[in-house]
């Protein structure tokens, strides 16, 4: 009985421990709702007040008509969820082809490609920019999404190989056997068996585009 009491009671301090750790977790976002619904002077007041007095609804709808917003927000989405899909389909490509396949020169070459994890970004920000200029494709979104679909960054390749790797080479034999080609057991075989780098490399290339403030 006791030992079932301080169970008990070991429980009841963990959810208070937890609910008080969601609670100052979650105030930064009361304080930001809050604070939309105030004016500059009761923003700045001091000491803070908790609850608006009185609350001030229109600071959304001047937000709204000062910018274009629902504008800027279709232009983030429709590059975000470009960048999402190219990045899983075309890292994905180029992964399976250097995890499965065999080529002349196939190690090589993927380590040449790792070498431009070493490079920073900033480096090549002005010959990028030269780049789209000459092209022509400068103040569109192309330039935001394109690369997405041409190998879906060197970090999201080396994700996926090293994901794929692990997968037992028997699963690809078995299937030859069967007649299956190298796109049906990509497809159909080793993409059902990688979900969890899926979401991983969505992730990481969702937070990369919605994060991006120098690219555009």
């Known amino acids: ?77 429709i590059i975000v969820l470009s960048n999402v899909g190219g990045s899983v389909l075309s890292a994905s490509l180029c992964a399976f082809s250097f995890s499965r396949m065999r080529w002349p020169g196939r190690d090589k070459i993927f380590m040449a490609i790792l070498t431009a994890l070493m490079m920073p970004a900033i480096v090549t920000m002005i010959p990028t920019f030269v780049m789209w200029s000459k092209i022509g494709l400068t103040n569109t979104l192309v330039p935001l999404t394109l690369p997405a679909w041409l190998g879906g960054g060197v970090y999201n390749i080396f994700l996926f190989r090293q994901f794929f790797m692990g997968i037992p080479r028997e699963l690809d034999e078995a299937a030859l056997v069967d007649g299956a080609s190298f796109f049906t057991i990509y497809s159909k075989i080793i993409l059902p068996l990688s979900k969890s ?14 994060n991006d403030f120098m690219g555009p």
């Open 1 to 77: 009985m006791r030992t079932g009491k301080k169970i008990k009671i070991s429980k009841i301090f963990l959810y208070v421990f937890l609910a008080a750790g969601a609670l100052a977790c979650l105030f930064p976002f009361y304080w930001m709702l809050r604070s939309s619904f105030m004016d500059m002077g009761q923003i700045f007041v001091m000491p803070p007040i908790m609850i608006p007095d009185p609350f001030v609804a229109t600071n959304y709808k001047d937000a709204l008509e000062v910018m274009p917003y629902f504008k800027y927000l279709t232009n983030t989405l």
């Open 197 to 210: 780098v899926i979401v991983v490399v969505a992730i990481f290339s969702f937070l990369n585009s919605w």
